[in-house]
């Protein structure tokens, strides 16, 4: 009589187990440089860019465009790009750099979050003398800011060390970055042009489609 076998259940890990062993199997940081002076210039200006892009997406679909992956597209493409001109002054582009870029670039991008697409417009709709100033919007989103980098250490610890929770657009910007730093710059170039080649032709059906609207209205205005 045959014995069926029971699968063998895997113990769970404890927290310092999982820390330990991505410290020894899997951290990188004293081989290759991580968060430099380059990845956060880089990572400031793209998300600085795609943060007004995400106010007039977020005005006008109430919805949020992720950075992460266009950004690291676009900052290999740009090294590279350098690297090739300047190979004394620009060294290789180290995936760990891009990974902190594409994180700075995205708490850059969405800073739209912070109440600029949706509570402020709202105020403004609901009561426009009750919406604050400069400054004072300024300052709340500073402190708002603030609070998601004090929340994000131990929401990561728990969520993402202890939890093993797969995210759907960390696994996509990994996959994006592994891809770029092993295929090389080919890959980098065709998709950064890809993304440079859609940016005017967007701008264009974009500016098309409200001069018609406008003219539309001025006529039916006049």
């Given at each position: 009589m045959a014995i069926e076998t029971l699968?063998?259940?895997?113990?769970p890990?404890?927290?310092?187990?999982?820390?330990?062993?991505?410290?020894?199997?899997?951290?990188?940081?004293?081989?290759?440089?991580?968060?430099?002076?380059?990845?956060?210039?880089?990572g400031m200006l793209l998300g600085a860019v795609m943060s007004l892009s995400n106010v007039y997406v977020g005005l006008k679909a109430g919805w949020?465009?992720?950075?992460?992956i266009t950004s690291a597209i676009l900052a290999f493409a740009a090294?590279?790009?350098?690297r090739r001109l300047f190979p004394r002054f620009f060294p290789e582009f180290s995936i760990l750099e891009n990974n902190a870029m594409a994180s700075c670039?995205?708490?850059?991008?969405?800073?739209?979050?912070?109440?600029?697409?949706?509570?402020?417009?709202?105020l403004m709709m609901l009561r426009p003398e009750a919406v604050p100033g400069t400054g004072v919007l300024m300052v709340w989103v500073g402190v708002v800011s603030m609070l998601g980098v004090f929340l994000a250490v131990p929401a990561k610890r728990q969520m993402i060390n202890?939890?093993?929770?797969?995210?759907?657009?960390?696994?996509?910007?990994?996959?994006?970055?592994r891809t770029l730093h092993q295929e090389g710059g080919g890959t980098a170039a065709r998709q950064a042009k890809s993304l440079g080649?859609?940016?005017?032709?967007g701008a264009t059906i974009t500016w098309f489609r409200d001069a018609k609207r406008s003219g539309g209205r001025a006529g039916s205005a006049g």
């Amino acid at each position: 009589m045959a014995i069926e076998t029971l699968p063998e259940v895997e113990t769970p890990k404890s927290p310092e187990d999982i820390e330990r062993h991505w410290f020894e199997n899997v951290y990188a940081g004293d081989r290759m440089p991580q968060l430099t002076l380059r990845a956060l210039v880089m990572g400031m200006l793209l998300g600085a860019v795609m943060s007004l892009s995400n106010v007039y997406v977020g005005l006008k679909a109430g919805w949020g465009l992720g950075v992460a992956i266009t950004s690291a597209i676009l900052a290999f493409a740009a090294f590279s790009a350098l690297r090739r001109l300047f190979p004394r002054f620009f060294p290789e582009f180290s995936i760990l750099e891009n990974n902190a870029m594409a994180s700075c670039a995205s708490a850059a991008g969405y800073m739209t979050g912070a109440g600029v697409v949706n509570a402020i417009p709202a105020l403004m709709m609901l009561r426009p003398e009750a919406v604050p100033g400069t400054g004072v919007l300024m300052v709340w989103v500073g402190v708002v800011s603030m609070l998601g980098v004090f929340l994000a250490v131990p929401a990561k610890r728990q969520m993402i060390n202890i939890e093993q929770l797969r995210f759907p657009s960390g696994i996509a910007a990994a996959t994006t970055l592994r891809t770029l730093h092993q295929e090389g710059g080919g890959t980098a170039a065709r998709q950064a042009k890809s993304l440079g080649l859609g940016v005017p032709l967007g701008a264009t059906i974009t500016w098309f489609r409200d001069a018609k609207r406008s003219g539309g209205r001025a006529g039916s205005a006049g």
